[in-house]
């Protein structure tokens, strides 16, 4: 669970260190508010996968079938963390009016999508 831990981390420093900003209107407060959803729904979509990794493990009575859409409900939301967790720096940046480099973050965000978007088609065919 350390991507949770991360997680938890980052959402702690936006709150700690950028809240006081917002409250007194220094920021984007839509970004603000848009990064921090963004932080605690990359935390519960980590955990809910983990927990559907964890049936798929721990329980033994649990059939092959229902392994299989645990498996694949697990994945997916994994990856819907992933790249929620990892669209975060662009954000903070973003919020903090530092556009230049929130531009190069976003951008490598892209990338990182599409190379898992590309590595999921082939593992679907493997």
């Known amino acids: 669970m350390t991507l949770i831990g991360s997680n938890l981390a980052i959402f702690t420093f936006v709150l ?3 809240f ?6 220094q920021l984007n407060g839509v970004l603000f508010q ?3 959803t ?3 729904l ?3 979509l980590f955990g809910i996968s983990g927990v559907y990794y964890l049936e798929v493990v721990g329980v033994a009575k649990t059939s092959i079938a229902r392994k299989r859409v645990l498996v694949q409900r ?4 994994f990856v819907v963390s992933l790249m929620l967790g990892t669209a975060m720096p662009a ?5 903090l009016g530092i556009t230049a480099v929130a531009v ?3 951008g490598l965000w892209a990338l990182y999508v599409g190379f898992i978007i590309q590595q999921g088609r082939k593992l679907r065919i493997s």
């Open 38 to 40: 963004t932080t605690l």
């Open 16 to 18: 700690v260190f950028l």
């Open 74 to 77: 697990g994945d997916s939301l």
């Open 42 to 44: 990359a935390i519960f």
């Open 104 to 106: 190069i973050a976003t």
């Open 20 to 25: 006081p900003r917002y409250a007194s209107n």
């Open 34 to 36: 848009v990064t921090l």
């Open 91 to 95: 954000l903070i940046l973003f919020t």
